[in-house]
Nanobody, 127 residues
Framework: QVRLVESGGGLVQAGGSLRLFCAAS????????MGWFRQAPGKEREFVAA????????YYEDSVKGRFTISRDSAKNTVYLQMNSLKPEDTAVYYC????????????????????WGQGTQVTVSS
């Protein structure tokens, strides 16, 4: 079992920055990939970013490329999502997810590729 707890969300003005944290506990050594997803009101959950494999290859959804950065601190069992130049359309509940099995890059953006999820943290960007 892997337990994930997100934090760092909040209210920020457009153009501002936030850093999200995802603290993992339990069988963290079995984690193969970590991802961030988000869900806005009335919309489906969507992929934001992921870090995969021992070399921590990083992947991003097109709308956040150049603005968001995913990183992992294995010693602290924590995954971060640095979000810069935030836009109102980034407003959503952000979820951290962990996969304990190999994930092909072609399905890295699929939520059902991940085994564990956090409870989410709200990010609100005002215009």
């Amino acid at each position: 079992q892997v337990r994930l707890v997100e934090s760092g969300g909040g209210l920020v003005q457009a153009g501002g920055s936030l850093r999200l944290f995802c603290a993992a506990s339990g069988r963290t050594f079995s984690t193969y990939a970590m991802g961030w997803f988000r869900q806005a009101p009335g919309k489906e959950r969507e992929f934001v970013a992921a870090s995969r494999g021992s070399i921590e290859s990083r992947y991003y959804e097109d709308s956040v490329k150049g603005r968001f950065t995913i990183s992992r601190d294995s010693a602290k069992n924590t995954v971060y999502l640095q979000m810069n130049s935030l836009k109102p359309e980034d407003t959503a509940v952000y979820y951290c997810a962990a996969a304990t099995r190999y994930i092909d890059v072609r399905v890295l953006t699929h939520g059902n590729s991940y085994d564990y999820w956090g409870q989410g943290t709200q990010v609100t960007v005002s215009s």
